[in-house]
């Protein structure tokens, strides 16, 4: 039962099994409106004539039918090779619609999906042109269901020997932000006589003739010699980029071959000719081949990620693997099966169980990946899910060798024309110096120890500095720029010395000044994802960075892109121009969290206008404001160092001291005073002298709401008065 493709400028045709005439002819007067040659059967023997002579490129089939179910009539369609792209309908719940779509998945049928009755004509519109959409791309790629069946294993043996055996690489990237960090490798065959013959067909072939270690190694030089090729600096001059020299290479293995211990050494021993790191290929397994012998998959696989290879179990959520024994096996990967990730938007179930793998991966320290990725809406579900890595259609179909520079050179400047629309949609490049930013700069810098921090926003052909500390300059080249090579990577860039690193060791920045020895950096993400600079850190001694370290520069960073995100005008308070109440508190919160992870003491200084209401009511708002605005002034002149400064409350202005105890905050606390002192005497007879209440206290290092702690707090402050 064969289906041809439409011929050119002929409508596309749908058969319509449905028994409710009514439904039937609906379907049909939708499809034929938007230009389809419908037709409607309710009978299953006369359909399956039909099909037979008319070869429709779309089936729509009821589940629920007197002389026939649905699954025995999609059964039967399989039995004669039906081609035809299926959509299946039903009144029955959604759990049995997405069974029943998996049964036909099983049988090898093609689906498009699935749409519940009652349904809409728009959402049936949408199907059908996906049908066709999908059944037009299909048409002008490797026709890998029509590839022949009766290639034998002689054959195999022919292309190994004249090495028929190519490779095409599929690319991996971030969910979050779309960065290309790894490709698949896969294997194609194209027969001289016989044509594309798909891996489902010549890899089992291979397996069970003991040639399945043979196309492993054929293959895995192959893909070590283009990683090499593409990581080299001839090809980062380029792409203009040096980001390919740590993609990921992943190759599949057969549960065949892990008793052979020679093909590993084989292949550690190929990438140590081609200076390839082990940690730069992952080594990928399906979850039923790795289960099959638990004790020589444990003993295999332990030598593998002892040698530096990564392990990534493929098609995970298909196969009957003990829970115990995933966690027994050193996997640093999991991959969820494409079945799922493909019918994610139409299927809770399969998000269910997305969202369980996931889940399992970041509780067992995994690295997790989506295959199968077709759509936005599917990433962006990943995306919320936090699954690591996603592969697809949506990004790319697997690309000849010859083919990646170019697809990657084309994706990339996409890529860096958006961002540069969500920089500017920004609204910070050549603005003013703002306390929002300069507050963690000046954090950082007294954390780390460092002689310069800096927000860097990289436009163009520069990079800006939003905030600094310790750098006069406003700005730098971009193709001299450290942030810029930290941008082309997701994570921190950390060059412990830079007088020994091969790509920084002649910058500018480094033989000249500002003589630049350290330096660490973290992109700064928007939410969707965009990189818009880095918060950096720069020292003229080299220095080790360790784990700790990281961790406290992602969570600065982190503070940073909220702000980036967050801010609005209604953040400030109109009459002092400091936070308001609810972005102190919101920032609070945060910068908390951070000195309670780091054991460092907080401390606070207020400075209360108890006397507030009075004076408006006597003497005017205007007067009242000018008071507020007075001790903002002086709070911000004697606190500058305060990581956060806010009117808490009506009458209050509030800083908030990091890293500082009872006796820095006391000290704070009496230059207010004396300041407020000064200021009274330089004011004229007719104008209200300040008389704030000043109170420190030390802020509680456990856990809670930021709220609750500053009012367990004040009630165990100390007073500021005149001596």
């Known amino acids: 039962m064969k289906t041809e493709p439409p011929g050119k400028g002929k409508p596309p045709r749908l058969l319509i099994l449905d028994d409710e005439a009514m439904t039937g002819e609906t379907i049909a007067r939708v499809a034929v409106f938007d230009g389809f040659d419908a037709r409607h059967i309710t009978s299953p023997m006369t359909f399956f004539e039909e099909a037979t002579r008319w070869h429709p490129d779309i089936l729509a089939i009821d589940l629920i039918m007197p002389e026939m ?12 090779g039906c081609r035809a792209r299926l959509i299946i309908t039903s009144g029955v719940g959604s759990r049995v619609l997405d069974a029943a779509a998996r049964s036909a998945r099983e049988h090898g049928l093609d689906i498009v999906g699935v749409i519940a009755k009652p349904f809409s004509a728009a959402a049936l519109r949408e199907l059908l042109h996906q049908a066709i959409e999908s059944r037009e791309t299909a048409d002008h790629s490797p026709a890998e269901g029509n590839a022949p069946r009766d290639v034998n294993v ?13 490779l095409a690489y599929q690319p991996k990237v971030r969910c979050r932000t779309g960065t290309i960090v790894g490709v698949e490798a896969l294997a194609r065959w194209q027969h001289p006589r016989l044509g594309f013959i798909p891996p489902d067909v010549f890899i089992p072939l291979a397996e069970a003739h003991d040639l399945i270690d043979r196309l492993t190694l054929q293959v895995t030089e192959q893909a070590l010699d283009w990683l090499a090729d593409i990581s080299s600096d001839d090809t980062a001059r380029r792409v203009g980029q040096h980001a390919l020299q740590e993609t990921v290479l992943s190759l599949n293995v057969s549960a065949r071959s892990l008793g052979n211990v020679a093909l590993f050494d084989a292949i550690l021993q190929r990438c140590r000719e081609r200076d390839i790191a082990p940690e730069r290929i992952v080594l990928e397994l399906t979850e039923t081949s790795a289960m099959q012998d638990a ?7 332990t030598r593998l990620r002892l040698q530096g290879f990564q392990l990534s179990i493929d098609d995970f959520g298909t196969g ?21 990730v493909m019918t994610a938007n139409d299927s809770e179930e399969s998000r269910a169980v997305i969202r369980s793998v996931v889940e399992l991966g970041r509780s067992l320290g995994l690295n997790t990946t989506a295959e199968g990725v077709e759509d936005g809406e599917t990433l962006a579900y990943l995306d919320a899910l936090k699954c690591d890595l996603a592969q697809g259609y949506l990004i790319s179909r697997p690309l000849p060798p010859d083919a990646f520079l170019d697809w990657f050179i084309a994706r990339e400047s996409q890529r860096e024309e958006r961002r540069l629309v ?42 800006w500095f939003k905030s600094r500390q310790g750098l006069d300059i406003t700005e730098t080249p971009r193709d001299i720029a450290f942030c810029h090579k930290t941008l082309e990577r997701d994570g921190l860039m950390v060059v412990p010395d830079t007088h020994t690193h091969p790509l920084f060791h002649d910058y500018p920045g480094v033989v000249g000044a500002p003589f630049i020895r350290f330096y660490a950096g973290r992109p700064l993400y928007l939410p969707g994802g965009e990189k818009m600079g880095t918060l950096c850190l720069i020292d003229p001694e080299p220095r080790v960075f360790g784990a700790r370290d990281a961790e406290l520069l992602d969570d600065l960073a982190s503070m940073v892109e909220n702000e980036l995100a967050l801010y609005t005008g209604d953040s400030h308070d109109q009459r002092t121009g400091l936070l308001n109440r609810r972005s102190f508190r919101e920032q609070a919160e945060a910068t908390c969290q951070l000195f309670r992870r780091l054991g460092l003491p907080m401390a606070l200084v207020s400075a209360r206008l108890e006397e507030l209401p009075t004076i408006n009511k006597l003497f005017g708002r205007n007067t009242g404001d000018r008071q507020l605005q007075d001790l903002a002034g002086l709070m911000a002149e004697v606190a500058e160092d305060a990581d956060l400064t806010g009117r808490y409350r009506a009458t209050e202005i509030t800083a908030l001291l990091m890293g500082a105890d009872l006796e820095k905050a006391w000290q704070i606390g009496e230059r207010l005073y004396q300041a407020v002192v000064r200021h009274n005497v330089n004011q004229t007879p007719d104008q209200a002298s300040l008389s704030p209440s000043i109170r420190v206290a030390e802020l509680s290092p456990h856990e809670g709401a930021f709220e609750q702690r500053l009012e367990d ?11």
């Open 422 to 463: 969500a920089l500017a949609g920004l609204g910070l490049l050549n603005t003013p110096a703002e306390a929002r930013f300069d507050r963690l700069t000046r954090l950082a810098r007294r954390l780390f120890g460092v002689s310069t921090v800096l927000i860097s926003l990289l436009d163009r052909d520069r990079q």
């Open 69 to 80: 179910d649905g699954v025995e009539v999609m059964a039967e369609l399989a039995r004669l």
């Open 713 to 723: 707090a004040w009630q165990f402050h100390s007073v500021v008065e005149a001596e």
């Open 295 to 301: 004790i020589t998959s444990l003993d295999t696989l």
């Open 154 to 166: 002689q054959d195999l043996e022919e292309a190994l020997t004249l090495g028929q055996i190519h």
């Open 320 to 340: 009957y693997s003990s829970m115990v024994q995933l966690v027994r096996l050193p996997f640093s990967e999991i991959k969820v099966d494409k079945r799922f």
